[in-house]
């Protein structure tokens, strides 16, 4: 069921909270922590939005600022009717940029994604008094062929704040083909390599960013001063040639443990936790993609320094070069 405006949205749950537990502590079992559970519970979700708001880590806010610049005529280019399907809407306010240009031309309908409910929540507020109907969706990205079901074609699939650099983008450019019609578009950003490793480096290795990823730890009991973040920025040889991806791994200082999923864990000192990643792509790289996967650019638009950029790309059609 929808409501409309200032009334409250239903959330459809696909992932619940105590799958999410049960998650953090399989993988801690392999000393392995994947980068979607840093969003979890209250604690994750918090930590997340303290990030986001980090003036030490820009990432995310300075994709923000391209799409404020741009988003009305990025929009102007959208299929008329069209439906807003965003994963991985953190606070929403992205998405409201989007949205508030739409609802100049007619009053769309609005689906959040994101693996935290305390995020889909807190987006659905940030539309709050936005004349649209929404509803929200705690679910992973590999979930998109559900979540299809949930849709009105013609669709806006987004994926924003750099969100595209965290997955096997041979995987995730299949997987959002696979929903497309030949109406509708695949809205991303992403922030590019611009060759400044070291620069990259210290921005990830900041201090807002090193609580982030200690979050889940530090919830399930680790003191902090137990443990040590690490980052690297590898190069990494791919099907468009060489890529920059971030490596992450916690090094346990002292003999710790930790309660995940209703177990008790003992870290020993010396192991190593692994982690996600993020990958730093050159704009020919993901054009050489998006050629990959039969996708064209319907618009793009390059932030003045040349470090960000925003994409809405479609289906390339039967013949076309």
Known sequence: MLQVATGEAAIIELLSGEYLEEQLCRHLEHRYLPDY???????????????????????????????????????????????????????GEKERLVLEAMCGRDRPRYVCV????????????????LPIEKMGVVAFFEDLPVLRRLWRRPVVVAMLGNNFNNYDTDNLLDTVRAQLAAEDLFLFDSHLFAGRTEEIERVYQSEPNVRFNLGPLVRCGLDPEHCRFHLKLDCIQTVV???????????????????????????????IIRMGFTCKYT????????????????????????????FSVRQRLAGAS
């Open 37 to 91: 559970l840093l969003y979890l519970g209250e604690w994750g979700a918090g930590n997340w939005l303290e990030l986001d708001r980090s003036p030490q880590f820009r990432v995310a806010a300075d994709l923000t600022d391209l799409l404020r610049e741009h988003a009305a005529s990025v929009v102007e280019r959208f299929p008329a009717g069209a439906s807003l399907v965003s994963i991985g809407t953190g606070s």
């Open 114 to 129: 994101d693996v935290s409910r305390r995020l889909v929540e807190t987006a659905l507020r940030t539309v709050d008094d």
């Open 241 to 271: 040639g060489p890529v920059r991806r971030t490596r992450k791994w916690l090094e346990v200082l002292d003999d710790s443990v930790v309660t995940a999923g209703g177990r008790m864990l003992r870290l020993g000192a010396g192991e």
């Open 283 to 310: 704009l020919d790289q993901i054009e050489a993609y998006l050629r990959r996967h039969a996708l064209e650019v319907a618009d793009r638009r390059l932030s003045r320094d040349g470090t960000n950029v925003l």
